[in-house]
């Protein structure tokens, strides 16, 4: 498609961006929204801004006395147009990024800050927030206004005029840049896939991994070779099996070289959203943009955070030393030439894996076949958790023939809403893997979510079966939580619906349902040999647990590596972010702050290709994952005590939907996780877990 109208700022009604769809929980009419083309895209955000404003300005000129329903209300009932042209477009321009929708996203994602900061910083609308109260029998109203407050004063509600069109501009810019960050870096992780072109160096790759990496390098218009496209992370999950260190070291250079072209120089881009962020900060009274968001998360204070990654890098550094020293011994034995490199390291661990546990991932990927583990592993846990039924409905498309559509039943058969699955690499895809949504839950609304898990497998040959890794198979279930977080969402006002909470409680469903992945009678039901139907031996899969515990120094270090690069970068001041051009410098000033600075080992992401700080929502807050981890575990400990019968664990169960689950952001996160387990969160199981006790 191509842009010839940007300059449009009318659009016919009834559109399909823009008004509710008669589909089945107005789930988006795609085949309408594809016809309409992106030429409709900027005219009809430009509309919703209109009615969006209109819808404001009647809230602000109403001459009756500020009340709840008046205001608070109405202010939710407000945006619904613009609500759905966002989560239509933004939700393509993720899975779909053409050169088209990266030049509307370039174009609206300034004009998108600019409306949302003129009712932020509305004076009158500010002060009839300020003016009402919560009915004594509306707890949820009662979060949601004070929500409401806190989030426009963090927003300049109350500064002057003058410091307001200070902080306009400076969210402009920022929305520019985080705009272009994200452009860069999927141009450049596009453009920087590594074209094998000896066999040699495929030594390692079992035969449908190798007719995989042909099959892309021909949709990618090669005349041969092997294609290998990279994901988000800097270890590529291909170095766990090459043999060829040449062909290693060739990816891994690929990734960590990412963003930091002339062309593509998201360095430079980072530098100054740093600056930017840490000045904003400033202007709203705070210390440094960290302070700034942590005020609103669930560990409170920058101070809490960096004191549980200071806590457990010590002994995530000397597990992660260990580990390595033991993969450097195997390789020396084996006859590897010279020190094991970093690009080397996954290769020869996953050797140790397979020496000390039988683990051989190229062995289990045949028991993990996506659709089997999607519905008799995924799905079938959260029908035994929750007593939820996913079927799928043909008679309802997604936007790409690989998308499929779900209806998800509740016990009594009542609808909850759907589930869109989106699993597979396309070339013009974001990597990485999410869950979001098309529409959420409200009953103000009377809407059921309607969400999407998104993932980055790379597709099979024609004709052959999709073979998971089980770090896809662990993904699968991750962002799945997430999904059940938006679909058993129960609340009253949208803007507490869902995933609508803290980064660092977002992490705690998703990661809590990773847990089901392994369980030996899940397991023994979908992981069943693609080719003869044999279930997976239980000696492999507790291999494989053993093997995934005996590996946590690497993971733990290099996911707390990438946790503090991003704490640090967001707790400078402005006058010390200015003095920083070195970005490389800063990053290893750091690491060796907390001992992680270690040749063979990097972070998770660096800071030219770290997405989810920079063109991502998880600024100052990529602690969250390990932060979430602690509840999690804490509360799998919880789940499954020891003392707990199959009735009990039900019970259990249901008391996590209704206390976590169904209370979206309308919750006290503390006081809630006090009521579901009885006791305040606990680091014990997961330093148990991580192998770090003793470690705080």
């Given at each position: 498609?191509?842009?010839?109208?940007?300059?449009?700022?009318?659009?016919?009604?009834?559109?399909?961006?823009?008004?509710?769809?008669?589909?089945?929980?107005?789930?988006?009419?795609?085949?309408?929204?594809?016809?309409?083309?992106?030429?409709?895209?900027?005219?009809?955000?430009?509309?919703?801004?209109?009615?969006?404003?209109?819808?404001?300005?009647?809230?602000?000129?109403?001459?009756?006395?500020?009340?709840?329903?008046?205001?608070?209300?109405?202010?939710?009932?407000?945006?619904?147009?613009?609500?759905?042209?966002?989560?239509?477009?933004?939700?393509?321009?993720?899975?779909?990024?053409?050169?088209?929708?990266?030049?509307?996203?370039?174009?609206?994602?300034?004009?998108?800050?600019?409306?949302?900061?003129?009712?932020?910083?509305?004076?009158?609308?500010?002060?009839?927030?300020?003016?009402?109260?919560?009915?004594?029998?509306?707890?949820?109203?009662?979060?949601?206004?004070?929500?409401?407050?806190?989030?426009?004063?963090?927003?300049?509600?109350?500064?002057?005029?003058?410091?307001?069109?200070?902080?306009?501009?400076?969210?402009?810019?920022?929305?520019?840049?985080?705009?272009?960050?994200?452009?860069?870096?999927?141009?450049?992780?596009?453009?920087?896939?590594?074209?094998?072109?000896?066999?040699?160096?495929?030594?390692?790759?079992?035969?449908?991994?190798?007719?995989?990496?042909?099959?892309?390098?021909?949709?990618?218009?090669?005349?041969?070779?092997?294609?290998?496209?990279?994901?988000?992370?800097?270890?590529?999950?291909?170095?766990?099996?090459?043999?060829?260190?040449?062909?290693?070291?060739?990816?891994?250079?690929?990734?960590?070289?990412?963003?930091?072209?002339?062309?593509?120089?998201?360095?430079?881009?980072?530098?100054?959203?740093?600056?930017?962020?840490?000045?904003?900060?400033?202007?709203?009274?705070?210390?440094?943009?960290?302070?700034?968001?942590?005020?609103?998360?669930?560990?409170?204070?920058?101070?809490?955070?960096?004191?549980?990654?200071?806590?457990?890098?010590?002994?995530?550094?000397?597990?992660?030393?260990?580990?390595?020293?033991?993969?450097?011994?195997?390789?020396?034995?084996?006859?590897?030439?010279?020190?094991?490199?970093?690009?080397?390291?996954?290769?020869?661990?996953?050797?140790?894996?397979?020496?000390?546990?039988?683990?051989?991932?190229?062995?289990?990927?045949?028991?993990?076949?996506?659709?089997?583990?999607?519905?008799?592993?995924?799905?079938?846990?959260?029908?035994?958790?929750?007593?939820?039924?996913?079927?799928?409905?043909?008679?309802?498309?997604?936007?790409?023939?690989?998308?499929?559509?779900?209806?998800?039943?509740?016990?009594?058969?009542?609808?909850?809403?759907?589930?869109?699955?989106?699993?597979?690499?396309?070339?013009?895809?974001?990597?990485?893997?999410?869950?979001?949504?098309?529409?959420?839950?409200?009953?103000?609304?009377?809407?059921?979510?309607?969400?999407?898990?998104?993932?980055?497998?790379?597709?099979?040959?024609?004709?052959?079966?999709?073979?998971?890794?089980?770090?896809?198979?662990?993904?699968?279930?991750?962002?799945?939580?997430?999904?059940?977080?938006?679909?058993?969402?129960n609340v009253t006002y949208p803007t507490l619906s869902g995933t609508s909470v803290p980064r660092?409680?977002?992490?705690?469903?998703?990661?809590?349902?990773?847990?089901?992945?392994?369980?030996?009678?899940?397991?023994?039901?979908?992981?069943?040999?693609?080719?003869?139907?044999?279930?997976?031996?239980?000696?492999?899969?507790?291999?494989?647990?053993?093997?995934?515990?005996?590996?946590?120094?690497?993971?733990?270090?290099?996911?707390?590596?990438?946790?503090?690069?991003?704490?640090?970068?967001?707790?400078?001041?402005?006058?010390?972010?200015?003095?920083?051009?070195?970005?490389?410098?800063?990053?290893?000033?750091?690491?060796?702050?907390?001992?992680?600075?270690?040749?063979?080992?990097?972070?998770?992401?660096?800071?030219?290709?770290?997405?989810?700080?920079?063109?991502?929502?998880?600024?100052?807050?990529?602690?969250?994952?390990?932060?979430?981890?602690?509840?999690?575990?804490?509360?799998?400990?919880?789940?499954?005590?020891?003392?707990?019968?199959?009735e009990k664990l039900t019970e259990r169960t249901q008391k996590y939907r209704d206390l976590v689950?169904?209370?979206?952001?309308?919750?006290?996160?503390?006081?809630?996780?006090?009521?579901?387990?009885?006791?305040?969160?606990?680091?014990?199981?997961?330093?148990?877990?991580?192998?770090?006790?003793?470690?705080?």
């Amino acid at each position: 498609m191509t842009l010839t109208n940007l300059d449009r700022t009318e659009i016919d009604r009834p559109h399909p961006l823009l008004e509710p769809s008669s589909l089945p929980h107005q789930l988006p009419d795609f085949a309408a929204v594809a016809a309409a083309g992106d030429d409709a895209v900027i005219p009809a955000f430009r509309a919703a801004f209109a009615e969006h404003d209109a819808e404001i300005a009647a809230i602000v000129d109403n001459p009756e006395a500020p009340t709840f329903d008046n205001t608070v209300v109405a202010l939710e009932r407000s945006g619904q147009a613009l609500g759905r042209v966002a989560a239509i477009f933004f939700n393509l321009a993720g899975t779909d990024a053409t050169e088209s929708r990266q030049k509307i996203e370039a174009t609206i994602a300034p004009e998108l800050s600019a409306h949302l900061d003129r009712i932020r910083m509305n004076d009158a609308l500010y002060q009839r927030l300020n003016a009402v109260t919560a009915p004594d029998d509306d707890a949820e109203g009662t979060v949601l206004l004070e929500k409401l407050l806190r989030d426009f004063t963090r927003s300049g509600a109350g500064l002057s005029d003058e410091n307001k069109q200070q902080l306009a501009a400076m969210n402009n810019r920022l929305s520019e840049l985080s705009t272009k960050f994200g452009e860069n870096l999927l141009a450049d992780t596009q453009s920087r896939a590594v074209l094998l072109t000896d066999e040699a160096e495929l030594a390692g790759l079992s035969t449908d991994a190798q007719a995989q990496l042909a099959a892309s390098a021909k949709a990618a218009g090669h005349d041969s070779g092997w294609l290998v496209t990279l994901d988000l992370p800097t270890v590529q999950p291909i170095l766990l099996q090459l043999e060829n260190s040449a062909a290693r070291k060739k990816i891994w250079e690929a990734s960590i070289g990412r963003g930091q072209s002339d062309d593509r120089d998201n360095e430079a881009i980072a530098l100054e959203m740093v600056r930017l962020r840490a000045q904003r900060a400033e202007l709203l009274g705070y210390k440094n943009h960290a302070d700034w968001t942590l005020v609103t998360q669930v560990a409170g204070s920058a101070a809490a955070a960096q004191q549980l990654m200071d806590d457990l890098a010590p002994a995530a550094a000397a597990n992660a030393a260990g580990e390595w020293k033991e993969a450097a011994d195997l390789a020396a034995v084996r006859g590897h030439d010279g020190e094991v490199a970093a690009w080397d390291w996954p290769y020869w661990a996953e050797q140790l894996r397979k020496e000390r546990y039988s683990v051989d991932t190229a062995a289990i990927r045949p028991y993990l076949e996506l659709n089997r583990v999607l519905h008799d592993g995924v799905f079938h846990a959260a029908h035994e958790a929750f007593g939820i039924t996913i079927t799928e409905r043909d008679d309802l498309n997604g936007y790409a023939d690989d998308v499929h559509v779900y209806e998800v039943t509740d016990a009594d058969g009542s609808s909850i809403g759907l589930l869109l699955t989106d699993y597979f690499a396309r070339p013009v895809k974001r990597g990485g893997a999410w869950m979001s949504s098309f529409v959420d839950q409200s009953k103000l609304l009377g809407t059921q979510a309607v969400v999407i898990n998104v993932l980055g497998i790379a597709p099979p040959a024609a004709d052959e079966p999709t073979l998971l890794t089980p770090d896809e198979v662990r993904t699968l279930f991750h962002e799945f939580g997430h999904g059940l977080h938006g679909l058993l969402s129960n609340v009253t006002y949208p803007t507490l619906s869902g995933t609508s909470v803290p980064r660092d409680f977002v992490e705690f469903p998703s990661q809590l349902n990773e847990n089901y992945a392994w369980q030996p009678e899940l397991v023994r039901r979908y992981a069943r040999h693609v080719d003869t139907g044999e279930a997976m031996p239980e000696e492999l899969r507790a291999a494989l647990v053993r093997a995934e515990a005996a590996g946590q120094g690497f993971a733990t270090s290099e996911q707390l590596a990438a946790s503090l690069i991003d704490m640090a970068w967001h707790s400078l001041s402005s006058a010390e972010a200015a003095e920083i051009t070195d970005v490389a410098e800063f990053e290893t000033q750091v690491l060796q702050r907390s001992g992680l600075n270690m040749p063979f080992l990097a972070p998770r992401y660096r800071t030219a290709y770290f997405n989810h700080i920079f063109a991502g929502g998880y600024s100052a807050g990529y602690y969250s994952y390990m932060w979430a981890e602690a509840m999690d575990a804490d509360t799998w400990s919880w789940l499954h005590d020891g003392q707990v019968t199959v009735e009990k664990l039900t019970e259990r169960t249901q008391k996590y939907r209704d206390l976590v689950l169904s209370k979206g952001g309308s919750i006290d996160y503390t006081d809630a996780y006090r009521a579901l387990t009885g006791h305040d969160v606990s680091l014990d199981a997961l330093l148990q877990r991580r192998g770090l006790v003793g470690a705080v």
